[in-house]
DNA sequence: CCTTGAACCTGCGGGC
DNA sequence: TGCCCGCAGGTTCAAG
């Protein structure tokens, strides 16, 4: 479930629970993610206290006394559970957070693709997950020219490259085809071909739909905390991704909404109305 | 350099 | 019902 849109979701659901709670004690209860876990990890966070809660691409960043930095990617599975009292024991709990006061955090995974990762405040700009990463998509300083200039540099086709997280941060296979379709570019469009005016209003397309599944996000559940403890989740409505053989929804022609494979990944498309 | 494809791992739904 | 296949929201690494 984890685009920037889930993990943003999940940060603030975080940020809320536990900023200025301390961790009482960590459980890895399975360190085989697609990332060891750092050695002594449990031993490390037992004592120090939560300061800020926030997110870079697609990891949560929490950042912890110490000047220590908690990292956590959800991978395609991954997904957090807050609760209080008795944590979560299933097979896939890999990672519990307790805290002092009762509420602990629980992170499931069961493809374990996510990783978890504990680093130095200061090192932060040199940390190999985070170092490569571009601009994220609501930086200010992002804007058409800069865009261009950075999609004209790809050689291939729009959709894979808008997933690059070296060129922007944050975008999945999702929302790459939900915004080329708000934005009537088609995903096998060359890179180098796009006009400004075409990297202008995708820029504005990206930006409109991450920002409608976070208030999505935030809005429909309390305290972005679904009854079962899950974080993060909300039933975004998708214009074109998963709807293989349905009607667009904006030009109306019916059975026009195609599946492709790029890069190995499912493209959806108007195959009427994005050119 | 850059791009594509396979690999990592588990679970689910559809077709037979 | 059960089995096999394809598919899944991410990232990395080898091969072309």
């Known amino acids: 479930m984890p685009e920037l849109p889930e993990v943003e979701t999940v940060a603030r659901g975080l940020a809320k629970i536990l900023e200025g709670k301390t961790i ?4 890895v209860r399975r360190p085989d993610l697609r990332l060891p876990f750092p050695k002594g990890l449990a031993s490390k ?3 120090l206290r939560v300061l800020h809660i926030g997110r870079r691409a697609k990891y949560v960043l929490m950042h ?10 959800l ?4 997904r957090i559970l807050l609760g209080q009292g008795a944590a979560p024991t299933g097979k896939h709990a890999h990672f519990v957070l307790l805290m002092q006061d009762g509420a602990w955090a629980c992170l499931e995974d069961p493809r374990r693709f996510g990783c978890v990762d504990l680093f130095d405040a200061e090192s932060q700009e040199q940390h190999p997950l985070l170092a490569g990463l571009g601009p994220e998509p609501f930086d200010p300083d992002l804007d058409a020219r800069l865009f261009m200039q950075r999609l004209i540099r790809k050689k291939g086709p729009i959709k894979p ?18 915004a080329l379709f708000r ?12 006009k400004e005016r075409e990297c202008e209003l995708l820029l504005q397309a990206l930006r409109k739909v991450l920002e409608e599944a976070i208030a999505s996000g935030g809005s429909t559940l309390r305290d972005h905390v679904r009854p079962d403890g899950e974080l993060g989740y909300f039933q975004h409505h998708f ?31 108007c195959q009427r109305c994005q050119r």
């Open 24 to 27: 009482e004690k960590a459980l």
């Open 75 to 78: 991978g395609m599975s991954g």
């Open 183 to 194: 934005a009537k570019i088609a995903p096998n469009r060359p890179c180098n071909g796009l």
């Open 161 to 178: 490259a808008l997933m690059d997280q070296a060129l922007i941060a944050g975008i999945g296979n999702i929302y790459a085809s939900e």
């Open 64 to 73: 912890l006394s110490n000047q220590l930095v908690l990292l956590v990617h």
């Open 239 to 269: 214009a074109v991704y998963g709807k293989e053989g349905h009607p667009c929804p904006r030009c109306k022609d019916k059975a026009s909404i195609l599946r492709i494979l790029q890069a190995g990944r499912s493209s959806f498309y």
């Open 45 to 47: 966070l037992k004592g």
